[in-house]
């Protein structure tokens, strides 16, 4: 069975809402790919963006398909059209996106603003690895250590000797030696940096009680939503 | 004097790096205003989407018509050229994005999938109200509570009496009564809106002697050095 069949069968089971919030997703993490490529000048980077632009079109095929299918009436197909608006917009920046990498065929000493507007922008990309003696070695970017929650910095790629894995799942375990490719402000990645060579020991997070969290979040929806309406209403004034 | 003027003057003092720098920051805020606009149904969002691409508009033209005059020779304006493409890139990137705003002349019950999408979706969108026992009132976003760094969330605007301020700057202080509009994982937009209820004491960031920051900077630039070279070594094989 040919990789196109695979993508074929992987779609076929997605609901509309899932094709969009996937579209979505991958053209965030296209987005950084693309001016990791050329932070880090790796080729390897720019040709996972091409692969993701790949299934970016997959996703976008199987999008218009299951939209045709769902609209009976005239005023179901306008609100389709509306709601493929998110999609065609992510696909759009996406390509935006990769035409950054195209970029590397200069060479990098002949693009050596490039790499100073990436250390001057507000988002910043940096690679760190973990050391022997790190806290997060051996642990679970998610479960165990929640990178993002603690370290406000995201984890778009890790190279090991096994090769890269890009936007790793919270269940990938970091290993001594693994570089990790990460985005944040310079004081988030300063911090990421010291957990990671083990100059500073993991800050682990919370465990929350369940019934707790749930009361929170309970809260939070109830506060949002009063928001909202006075917004809403402010809005259409 | 007219805003145009005003802006031309206020393009006129930058240099080719900062104008791209300014280009790439402020794509990423359109694309976070436009899901936002979307995620609140806020017009006034939207409005401010638009402006900022008149603003993506000026900064392309300022940026185009620098570069025209630095190119001295063919292989200047070569190097040149891909220095454009970031630029470029960005604008498009911003064009895509501020097309999803056109979702808003939607009524919002004829939209059901576009909050599922941006609740689905891992970076999210939410706004949490400042509580007069929140320990944030009072302070700097930046300076005083490093918000990205101690919550991994982005306050992509705040709306008071006074109105909207999109993208604050790290001075801008936190009152009682202030709604921050904010993206995150949901963990981290829980934590947040804790803080901002005034439910849980705020983290206040650890002040890091000087010489100690310095020295870590030079230790991390160092190792980021190294890895670099065996990238590009890997790359070139």
Redesign the interface.
Known sequence: MSDQDDDELRYADMT???L??EM??TS?TI?DL?YAS?R?????IAEEVRKLEKDMDDLKYAMRYRVMLSARSRDDAK?MS??L??G???D??S???S??T??LR?P?E??P??N??LN????KY????ISDVSDMKGRTIGPDL?V?????CRIIAV?NRHGWTFDPEGFFKLRAGD?VFAR??A??L??L??YA?G?EPYEFPEAVPDDK?EE??A??AE??EA??EE??G??SE
Chains 1, 2 share one sequence.
Request: charged share 35%.
């Open positions: 509309v809402l899932e969009l919030t979505k997703d965030e987005v693309a050329l880090f000048n790796s080729s390897s609100q509306g709601i608006e998110v065609l917009a992510a759009r920046i390509d935006a996106a035409s950054i195209s970029l200069f990098q002949k693009r603003y490039i100073n507007i001057e922008s507000d988002e940096r690679m760190v690895r929640a993002e929650a603690q370290t406000a190279k570089e944040g402000s004081e988030s300063d911090q940096s010291a060579s100059r969290a929170d979040a809260d939070d506060v949002e928001l909202t917004l809403r402010e809005d």
